[in-house]
């Protein structure tokens, strides 16, 4: 099992919301005293939020579906039922939400941010609720809502002012356990780093963080080695480090070539990025190693090339921390250039905008002969709020379509007694007969209590 995650997919269902109840007062010597049925509670969301304390996406690879709580029935004597518990789920700072198609959903930055992913059922009215001067005393109560489930993608992007890029053993590790309190594991063979390390440098009065980025190799932009699982890492930062092994004994190989195929397989992963291309971030030189001999002779030859390219150039050991104290200081001056190019912050004005008013609620179309179907998102809705076991709540069912004016598209589109209705989609949909003769707001059509003649023959 690994112990480093940044990438998973996520199941997450929100809770159902809870039955309304159907419930009528009663005390002795007063046995109808009213409806009292309370209503259900609201299904519990499933909400992501940073923690500074969380670091990996391990806990959703190792239990990936979530749940949230479901809210609880209504009761009697005007109780209603509880509120379902909320999931709440920590994720890292830079935590990138996604669809399964990949949009897009939220970009999780700064301690605190939330993002709703998926939001619980609405609790169903009770009897109590529903109450009105025709209905004096339903004999029925609403189903809560199911709540929404959804399959999300998280990828985890570092959040760090300063990138190290190069091969692997180029000393990136080593220079950030000398530069940081940061403490990853080292050692003399290709891929030791197998996760960014993250380390927080001080430079006089200046803080920044440096991440190191595993693996990459030529070709790593197209999926070799480790370099593709980790180059998101490098997205975030405002400035690049190529750290450059001087010492290095693999044949073929010096810091000029190796910051050459380093910079191809950036341009190449820039094609994914837009306008947030790694070849227009400000970068300088490290060449690392040089308290070896052959690795200080390599330095002093290699130099003037890269300052002919106009890179700031920089003599380091991660060993004898040599040269490391004016690396920071050159990191810290080129993050605050970078910092004062953005935009001031300026207070949060939250904006309400209300979904709204008098648009369609419903459309109706024509499947065959003498058959409509009836969709949208209110039918659908109060579809799952009714319990057809009674057939009281039907006729509320069917109050509440004519009141949108249902019915009366069901003529103007030319439906005719009999006619074959169905409200959903053309693959799940409950189907009714059509009988214009009576209206469906009609109070007279109300039988006793907990029946409706309108519905006698459905």
């Not at 990853?184 to 030791?192: E, L, N, R, S």
């Not at 024509?366 to 057809?388: C, H």
Request: glycine residues 12%; hydrophobic residues 40%; contains cysteine.
């Amino acid at each position: 099992m690994p112990d480093f995650v940044d990438r998973v997919v996520l199941h997450v269902s929100a809770g159902n919301g809870g039955h309304g109840c159907a419930s009528i007062h009663r005390e002795k010597f007063k046995p109808l005293g009213g409806p009292d049925g309370g209503n259900g509670g609201h299904g519990g969301d499933v909400v992501l939020e940073v923690d500074p304390n969380t670091a990996s996406l391990l806990d959703y690879h190792r239990r990936p579906h979530r749940r949230a709580g479901n809210g609880r029935p209504g009761q009697g004597s005007h109780r209603n039922g509880a509120q379902g518990d909320d999931m709440l789920l920590t994720v890292p700072n830079g935590t990138v939400v996604k669809s399964p198609d990949g949009t897009v959903l939220a970009d999780l930055v700064g301690s605190g941010t939330r993002f709703v992913v998926v939001e619980g059922g609405r609790g169903g009215l009770g009897n109590a609720a529903l109450a009105s001067s025709k209905r004096k005393a339903p004999g029925f109560a609403l189903f809560g809502e199911p709540g929404t489930e959804h399959d999300l993608v998280l990828e985890l992007k570092t959040v760090a002012d300063v990138a190290l890029v190069g091969f692997p053993s180029a000393g990136k590790s080593s220079l950030i356990a000398a530069m940081s309190a940061a403490k990853p594991k080292i050692a003399d063979y290709p891929f030791t780093t197998l996760v960014p390390n993250l380390g927080v440098v001080s430079a006089g009065d200046h803080i920044f963080t440096v991440a190191d980025v595993p693996g990459l190799i030529e070709g790593a932009s197209e999926g070799k080695g480790l370099g593709l699982e980790f180059l998101r890492h490098i997205e975030r930062s405002s400035t690049l480090a190529h750290v450059l092994d001087c010492a290095t004994p693999e044949p073929g190989r010096d810091p000029m070539s190796d910051f050459e195929v380093i910079e191809r397989e950036l341009q190449a992963y820039d094609r994914a990025l837009g306008d947030r291309a790694l070849s227009d971030r400000p970068r300088l030189i490290v060449l690392n190693k040089v308290d070896v001999p052959d690795g200080r002779e390599l330095a002093d030859l290699v130099r003037p090339e890269f300052e002919a390219r106009g890179l700031r150039v920089f003599e380091v050991s991660a060993s004898s921390h040599e040269g490391l104290r004016e690396l920071s200081f050159a990191m810290a001056e080129m993050v605050e250039s970078y910092r004062a190019t953005l935009p001031v912050e300026e207070p949060t004005r939250i904006v309400l905008r209300p979904a709204g008013v008098g648009g369609v609620e419903f459309q109706v179309k024509a499947l065959g002969e003498n058959t409509y179907l009836i969709s949208g998102a209110k039918p659908s809705r109060w579809l799952r709020q009714t319990d057809f076991s009674n057939e009281e709540a039907v006729g509320y069912l069917a109050d509440r379509l004519a009141r949108i004016g249902v019915e009366e598209r069901l003529a103007e589109a030319g439906a005719e007694a009999g006619a074959t209705v169905m409200i959903g989609t053309e693959q799940d949909a409950v189907v009714f007969d059509w009988d214009p003769g009576i209206a469906a707001g009609d109070r007279h059509g109300l039988g006793p209590r907990g029946t409706d003649r309108r519905l006698s023959d459905w």
